[in-house]
């Protein structure tokens, strides 16, 4: 079923600071080349994001239409995604499908067009795919049903880069405040979901023993501690600048961090999420390359993070 587009004039308040654009796509499974974790393919329902997250490195990205300063400004849904994603589901035989590397996929707008829903419902139709959904916004909560129905072959990742929501306010203004992210994370575990916290990209965090013990109660399955990637001459270093947040661009800084939440997960978990690691390798016919780098229990998403734990 094509979703229902929404007439200018009929927006939702929601949406009335953001152009939408709807196309048709030619392609919606992009090849991931990863020798290490060996990912297979990224799935972007949408193109743009409503989320507008000032650091965001796809602002970089070559684009006909828009300059790197209307970035959260626009959107364009494709319509065709679950259709494409239908012809083409052969090519995810035993293969892992990431959502996504260049959007998010429950952002605003997917209240309205239900487009990473109805990819999701075509691959609930392949059961040797492994899905990999990661996103900001607690909207993922509205697809629980569908998710419960992948089982072990899906995990979702949120990302909450600080632990200060007055940071985010800064930094991510149009994206949903961290206490509500937090309990996404609470009620996706509680449901029986593999759940990930993704520090990512890390920014300024208060309290890293709080955060950390947060993410361990909240039941998260694994952790990921990610460093900024700026774009060239970015104007994002003036926001780190005017707010005294350059630490976030200091390797010690990041690395401290992830040594605070590496520990965060009991070691039995640790243990655990290290034997699917192997088991995983195993299954892909690649050994470990450095078998002493804490756990790690979804590859790494390509792109997104050059630090993980």
């Not at 990431?98 to 998010?104: P, Q, Y």
Request: glycine residues 6%.
């Amino acid at each position: 079923m094509t979703p229902r587009l929404i007439p200018p004039e009929a927006a939702p308040s929601l949406f009335q600071d953001l152009k939408v654009e709807p196309e048709e796509a030619r392609s919606i499974l992009r090849p991931q080349r990863d020798d290490q974790y060996g990912f297979g393919f990224s799935l972007s329902p949408y193109r743009g994001c409503g989320h507008g997250c000032r650091y965001c490195f796809v602002r970089g990205y070559p684009n006909a239409l828009h300059g790197c300063g209307d970035w959260g400004q626009w959107v364009t849904p494709k319509l065709n995604a679950p259709e494409l994603l239908w012809s083409q589901r052969h090519r995810l035989h035993q293969q892992s499908l990431f959502l996504s590397t260049a959007t998010d996929p429950y952002q605003p707008i997917e209240r309205e067009y239900r487009l990473t829903r109805a990819c999701l419902n075509v691959l609930l139709g392949c059961p040797t795919c492994r899905v990999l959904i990661h996103t900001r916004s607690p909207l993922v909560i509205q697809d629980l049903d569908l998710l419960k129905r992948f089982g072990d072959r899906l995990s979702v990742g949120i990302s909450i880069p600080t632990d200060d929501d007055t940071v985010r306010q800064v930094v991510e203004p149009k994206a949903p405040p961290i206490p509500s992210r937090w309990a996404t994370v609470e009620r996706l575990a509680k449901a029986g979901i593999n759940v990930n916290v993704a520090a990512t990209p890390l920014m300024a965090i208060t309290d890293p023993t709080g955060f950390a013990r947060r993410a361990r109660e909240s039941g998260v399955s694994n952790l990921w501690v990610g460093s900024l990637r700026l774009l060239k001459n970015d104007p994002f270093y003036d926001v780190l600048a005017g707010h005294c947040w350059l630490k976030v661009l200091d390797p010690d800084y990041v690395q401290g961090i992830r040594e605070i939440l590496e520990m965060a997960l009991p070691a039995p978990r640790r243990k655990v999420v290290n034997a699917k690691r192997k088991a995983e390798k195993a299954r892909q016919g690649c050994s470990s390359r450095n078998p002493s780098k804490p756990i790690l229990l979804q590859p790494r998403q390509p792109g997104l993070f050059e630090g993980i734990i």
